[in-house]
């Protein structure tokens, strides 16, 4: 159980990670207001939402593995 906790902890670091590093871009991508930044910007933008999404569920998993 402690090892599936530890587990699902490193998951949702990584994932933190991941998130705020889209977060950061997509702000850089809007600033520079490049229009050929059209794809990276809607890619990321999806990017953000699913990660958002899988973010909540890792952060359940945690609770009910009692972390």
Known sequence: MAQNLAALTQARSLLVLLLATCQQTLLALEAAANELDTDMT???TKMIARS????EVLVA???AAGG
Not at 52 to 55: N, S, T
């Open 42 to 44: 809607e890619d990321l």
């Open 52 to 55: 958002e999404r899988e973010l």
């Open 61 to 63: 998993k945690i609770a």
